[in-house]
Nanobody, 123 residues
Framework: QVELVESGGGLVQAGGSLRLSCAASGRTFSTTAMGWFRQGPGKEREFVAAIGWNSIYISYADFVKGRFTISRDNAKNTVSLQMNGLKPEDTAVYYC????????????????WGQGTQVTVSS
């Protein structure tokens, strides 16, 4: 199991950009699928993006396609989410997640969660 710590959240105007990072501890990071989820005010937590251990498998929720990019650096045990073209509806707490397989991340069958980082997009 890995421990996850997110950073990079903040307040940004609509149309702006933010880059979230997730630092992972644990020897198995390089073989672990990673992803991002978010939970907006009064909403359930929802899948945002997933990436396989070798970055070949990548999946996005439809509402972020073309705007967000997930990436990872196995040498640094980090996974990032570059968010461009932010909209007020992207306001949420963003969570880093880890699972054995990318399909498990997409399906919400997550083994480890970070504590979350707040992203607020003003109109």
């Amino acid at each position: 199991q890995v421990e996850l710590v997110e950073s990079g959240g903040g307040l940004v105007q609509a149309g702006g950009s933010l880059r979230l990072s997730c630092a992972a501890s644990g020897r198995t990071f390089s073989t672990t699928a990673m992803g991002w989820f978010r939970q907006g005010p009064g909403k359930e937590r929802e899948f945002v993006a997933a990436i396989g251990w070798n970055s070949i498998y990548i999946s996005y929720a439809d509402f972020v396609k073309g705007r967000f990019t997930i990436s990872r650096d196995n040498a640094k045990n980090t996974v990032s989410l570059q968010m461009n073209g932010l909209k007020p509806e992207d306001t949420a707490v963003y969570y880093c997640a880890a699972a054995t397989l990318p399909s498990m991340v997409v399906g919400g069958r997550v083994a480890s969660w970070g504590q979350g980082t707040q992203v607020t997009v003003s109109s």
